[in-house]
């Protein structure tokens, strides 16, 4: 999937403004931002549920409206919301897809598949924020996709459910589906991720994979007492030992398992405490740093 | 084929299972059947009440099923994102159509077997039925009505949508000479009548029940009208969601 330069406005808002980026069969590809950052407007286009303002989108090759045609019979949905009819029930509305998009699939598998063996003749109406995740990604599977769009699928899911989603999602692309999932879920999105595409305020502001996007922001990160003396402590690792914003310490080196050593040996002749100690960014660190870095300006 | 079949069969089995929808596609016409049959309330002309209210009830029938019970189900799958889900299947709008399209002429069938049968219980006799007529009344009728019911539906919210549904169908329902003989409203209500597609439909359905020998052609006229007016509209203005930037 190809997006170049795309526009999405509503009326004097610039929803999405000259995003580009590109997502490869075989990977798992999150478009990550906060609420209203144009996830959602980036992904319908390439749906084609909706209309660009400018730029070029190509999903297999298709255009998304002028081929839309097509383009259902090789694409896979999860909206936002389910779009499911209140009242039918799970393995009746599995059916019902796997029906529509014709493609081999087994409705009774796919329900086994994601875990709602039990709820079979539930209606969508009783089934919980989770299962209705679940079954939303259900009919998406039914479409045995070569492309993927999935919105927020974990989202109001519990602990075990989203294992079994990221399961699910990652064997999705193992059989060399381009999934496209968007999230504000920073940790999710660490877990599942091959490709990380940031929106900010409707630009694509950050692109790659986590390597990438670590990239020149190596170093140990932990957290310890307030009271910790960094100048020391850099004289004693003969590195720069910085505070970030919410009071975790950086040690600017290559994380080493000798200077995890001299670390800790260091805190414990102090008597001071070694937390949460890791050895590359978070996602959330990386967005933090890149948000920062662009300020409030567009 | 089969996907059209697939969604015919779970637009059926939805509706089956809605029972504000079969209140209104079966319970009230057939109340209102056999009440008023009973009960002399309403001036039903000379002869027998049932002559004069079958075929008003049986547009009745018509009216709830192409265009309340179709409009609102679609503006609530409209709301709910239905429609855009089933958008991004190779389902197509087309099929979608033809569909609900099935699903209606389905349940008019019924409807007209149920009404047809409680109307010889309470005294009908089809011996003057206008075979010719009644397809004329039943196509042009279910054209307008699918017309008027999706206009609402495409482009009103879930809720105004229900409110637009059910008002416009208590207007018709009283003033189209369905139920309440027009000859006895003022004029100016007559005239209004007359020019309704559910007042069209009613007077053709009189002749196609044997209760009068009025010609059908200006009514006719009128249906085509209204169908051609509803479904044109219909098709420029339906936004498959309310956040639907493509038409």
New interface residues.
């Given amino acids: 999937m190809i997006v170049e330069d795309l526009v999405v406005s509503y009326g004097d808002l610039c929803a999405v403004d000259h995003a580009s980026f590109t997502a490869a069969h075989g990977e798992v590809t999150v478009i990550l931002g906060p609420n209203g950052a144009g996830k959602t407007s980036t992904i319908e286009v390439c ?5 660009a303002h400018s730029g070029n989108v190509s999903v297999s090759g298709l255009h998304p ?1 002028r081929d839309h ?1 097509a383009l ?2 090789k ?1 896979g ?1 999860m ?1 936002q ?8 029930r799970v393995q ?2 599995v ?3 796997v ?4 493609k081999g699939a087994s409705a009774d598998e796919l329900v086994d598949r994601v875990g709602l063996r039990h709820r079979r003749g539930h209606s969508w109406k009783r089934l919980s924020g989770g299962e209705q995740q679940r079954l939303s990604l259900a ?1 998406a599977l039914a ?1 045995v996709p070569e492309v993927a769009f999935l919105d927020e699928p974990t989202a109001g899911v519990d602990v075990s459910g989203r294992q079994d989603i990221r399961g699910i999602v990652t064997d999705l692309a193992a059989t060399g589906c381009a999934v496209v999932l968007a999230t504000h879920e920073l940790d999710e999105a660490e877990r599942i991720a091959d490709r990380i595409v940031i929106f900010h305020q409707g630009r694509v502001v950050a692109n790659g994979t986590l390597a990438e996007l670590r990239s020149g922001n190596d170093g140990l990160r932990f957290s310890s007492s307030p009271e910790l003396d960094d100048r020391e402590l850099s004289r004693h690792l003969n590195a720069k030992v910085t505070r970030d914003a919410d009071g975790r310490y950086v040690v600017s080196a290559d994380p080493t398992p000798s200077l995890v050593a001299r670390l800790s040996q260091w805190l414990a002749d102090h008597s001071l405490p070694l937390n949460d100690l890791r050895t590359s960014e978070t996602l959330e660190a990386i967005f933090q740093r890149i948000v920062n870095s662009l300020g409030d300006g567009r | 084929m ?2 059209w079949r ?2 015919t069969v ?1 637009e059926l ?2 509706l089956a ?2 029972g504000e929808q079969l209140l209104l596609t079966i319970g009230i016409p057939v109340m209102l059947l056999v009440f008023f049959s009973v009960v002399d309330v309403l001036p039903t002309g000379e002869g027998d009440a049932i002559d004069f209210l079958l075929p008003g009830v049986l547009a009745i029938a018509l009216m709830s099923t192409a265009m309340v019970s179709l409009g609102i189900a679609t503006g609530f ?1 409209r709301s ?3 429609l ?9 709008r087309p099929r979608l159509i033809a569909a609900k399209l099935a699903c209606v002429v389905i349940v008019q069938f019924v409807q007209f077997i149920v009404l047809a049968i409680i109307a010889v219980l309470l005294g009908w006799s089809a011996g003057g039925l206008n075979l010719n007529a009644l397809l004329i009344g039943f196509i042009f009728g279910t054209a307008s009505f699918i017309g008027i019911g999706l206009l609402l539906a495409g482009t009103l919210r879930g809720e105004v949508n229900l409110a637009a549904q059910n008002g416009l169908y208590l207007l018709m329902l009283l003033l189209s000479g369905m139920i309440i003989n027009a000859d006895s409203m003022p004029s100016g209500l007559n005239s209004l009548a007359t020019a309704l597609p559910s007042g069209a439909l009613a007077t053709i359905l009189r002749t196609a029940t044997g209760h009068s020998s009025d010609a059908i052609a200006g009514p006719t006229m009128v249906l085509i009208a209204w169908s051609a007016g509803a479904l044109v509209l219909a098709g420029r203005s339906f936004s498959w ?1 309310p956040s ?3 038409r």
């Fill in positions: 749906e084609g549920f909706r209309v409206v045609a259902t019979r694409m949905v909206l919301g389910g779009g499911v009819y209140p009242s039918s009746e509305i059916r019902l897809y029906d529509l998009y014709d009919l479409a | 089969k996907q697939a969604q779970a089995r939805l299972r809605n799958e709910y994102g239905v855009k889900r089933l958008g991004a299947t190779p389902l197509g969601s639907d930037s493509r």
